[in-house]
């Protein structure tokens, strides 16, 4: 039976790779020996029926793999990233600097980390590549099969000692552990439901998807140029819904910050975006819906979320119906304070990883 338990920006966002800030930092050492790759699934077969003859699934790896007497390897680790990230979004101080620096957690020294780009994300195959939108429509299940094809098959692990996933990287820690419920020993899903997206988590997506293809510079998706408007609207909606009230309450605390916070959403922060790339991003989230089938996950599961999610509120009160079909694991609320960041505090290793320490004893071999 499920444990529940109590205790003490945003996912949307893309991955922190500031060069200087890493090499500043106590982890700077594992993220500069870090080796990136490719690996490709040939004539790759999405549950839509559409096919790609070529499924580039692009990764990094930090440390190396430790193999036993009958070369099964036992120290991989796989962190899945969040909708509109990639692996490097690990690299971000609060995350890399308290699990990946000399004794942490995962520390590169004897743990061997898998971090890939989700298919249409990062350097993966994607929309942006040049098919627009006739890339083949994935969905969540087609993503985690192609993550664990990649570990399995790409880099020879037969079984993975943890999978760690946040926001829609948690929502994949679900769905691999019902598909392939012996390859993970463990799972620790930050920042998500097992359940469908319904209610305001899929109308804002709807919005963000709609007012895209509602611009007349999206050109059905051939366009020349970014479709300006709508990304700065989706964009804004994205920052909002992945909002940290305490946070943002202490760092704009004038209405001259407010202003300066929001001119720069308006003017920069959707130049990162594609507006292909993110409008697949949000719609493979169509068809998640894990919740009939929770019973069938094998792994010791540690699963967190935080009480100033406005992403996944507790008011819902979707975790307590849901909790208890999860075989061997534990579900933790993390009271909103000071110490946390809304829906972003799966990345803030800090207020965890006392949780992520017990989940790693009681799944020890």
Request: charged share 20%.
């Given at each position: 039976?499920?444990?529940?338990?109590?205790?003490?920006?945003?996912?949307?966002?893309?991955?922190?790779?500031?060069?200087?800030?890493?090499?500043?930092?106590?982890?700077?050492?594992?993220?500069?020996?870090?080796?990136?790759?490719?690996?490709?699934?040939?004539?790759f077969k999405?549950?839509?029926?559409?096919?790609?003859?070529?499924?580039?699934?692009?990764?990094?790896?930090?440390?190396?793999?430790?193999?036993?007497?009958?070369?099964?390897?036992?120290?991989?680790?796989?962190?899945?990233?969040?909708?509109?990230?990639?692996?490097?979004?690990?690299?971000?101080?609060?995350?890399?600097?308290?699990?990946?620096?000399p004794?942490?957690?995962?520390?590169?020294?004897r743990?061997?980390?898998?971090?890939?780009d989700?298919?249409?994300?990062?350097?993966?195959?994607?929309?942006?590549?040049?098919?627009?939108?006739?890339?083949?429509?994935?969905?969540?299940?087609?993503?985690?099969?192609?993550?664990?094809?990649?570990?399995?098959?790409?880099?020879?692990?037969?079984?993975?000692r943890?999978?760690?996933?946040?926001?829609?990287?948690?929502?994949?820690?679900?769905?691999?552990?019902?598909?392939?419920?012996?390859?993970?020993?463990?799972?620790?899903?930050?920042?998500?439901?097992?359940?469908?997206l319904?209610?305001?988590?899929?109308?804002?997506?709807?919005?963000?998807?709609d007012?895209?293809?509602?611009d007349?510079?999206?050109?059905?998706?051939?366009?020349?140029?970014?479709?300006?408007?709508?990304?700065?609207?989706?964009?804004?909606?994205?920052?909002?819904?992945?909002?940290?009230?305490?946070?943002?309450?202490?760092?704009?605390?004038?209405?001259?910050?407010?202003?300066?916070?929001?001119?720069?959403?308006?003017?920069?922060?959707?130049?990162?975006?594609?507006?292909?790339?993110?409008?697949?991003?949000?719609?493979?989230?169509?068809?998640?819906?894990?919740?009939?089938?929770?019973?069938k996950?094998?792994?010791?599961?540690?699963?967190?979320?935080s009480?100033?999610?406005?992403?996944?509120?507790?008011?819902?009160?979707?975790?307590?119906?849901?909790?208890?079909?999860?075989?061997?694991?534990?579900?933790?609320?993390?009271?909103?304070?000071?110490?946390?960041?809304?829906?972003?505090?799966?990345?803030?290793?800090?207020?965890?990883?006392?949780q992520?320490?017990?989940?790693l004893?009681?799944?020890?071999?």
């Amino acid at each position: 039976m499920i444990k529940v338990l109590t205790g003490m920006a945003c996912a949307l966002a893309l991955g922190w790779t500031g060069a200087a800030a890493a090499q500043a930092s106590p982890a700077a050492a594992a993220l500069a020996a870090a080796k990136e790759g490719d690996f490709i699934l040939k004539d790759f077969k999405f549950r839509s029926g559409e096919t790609l003859p070529e499924l580039r699934m692009h990764y990094t790896t930090l440390g190396t793999p430790v193999r036993d007497a009958a070369g099964h390897v036992t120290n991989a680790v796989m962190v899945l990233h969040g909708t509109g990230g990639d692996g490097h979004q690990f690299y971000r101080p609060q995350f890399a600097d308290v699990l990946f620096a000399p004794g942490g957690l995962l520390d590169p020294a004897r743990t061997y980390i898998i971090l890939p780009d989700g298919i249409g994300h990062g350097k993966s195959s994607k929309p942006s590549d040049g098919m627009h939108m006739r890339f083949p429509h994935y969905d969540y299940a087609d993503m985690v099969e192609a993550e664990y094809l990649l570990a399995r098959d790409g880099l020879k692990v037969d079984q993975l000692r943890l999978v760690m996933g946040t926001s829609m990287g948690c929502m994949h820690a679900f769905v691999l552990g019902e598909a392939h419920p012996d390859y993970a020993r463990a799972l620790m899903p930050m920042a998500c439901l097992p359940t469908a997206l319904v209610g305001r988590n899929r109308l804002w997506r709807r919005i963000s998807i709609d007012t895209i293809k509602a611009d007349p510079a999206w050109q059905g998706g051939d366009y020349a140029n970014q479709p300006v408007e709508s990304l700065r609207t989706a964009e804004a909606l994205s920052i909002m819904v992945g909002s940290a009230p305490i946070q943002m309450q202490k760092a704009l605390s004038t209405p001259a910050l407010v202003d300066a916070e929001a001119a720069d959403i308006v003017a920069s922060r959707w130049k990162a975006m594609d507006a292909n790339d993110y409008i697949y991003q949000l719609d493979a989230s169509r068809t998640y819906d894990p919740s009939a089938n929770l019973d069938k996950i094998t792994a010791q599961v540690m699963w967190i979320n935080s009480a100033d999610d406005e992403i996944n509120p507790p008011d819902l009160r979707l975790a307590e119906a849901l909790a208890p079909k999860i075989r061997h694991g534990q579900f933790l609320l993390i009271p909103a304070s000071e110490k946390t960041h809304g829906h972003g505090t799966h990345t803030w290793a800090a207020v965890w990883q006392d949780q992520l320490k017990a989940l790693l004893a009681r799944s020890a071999p």
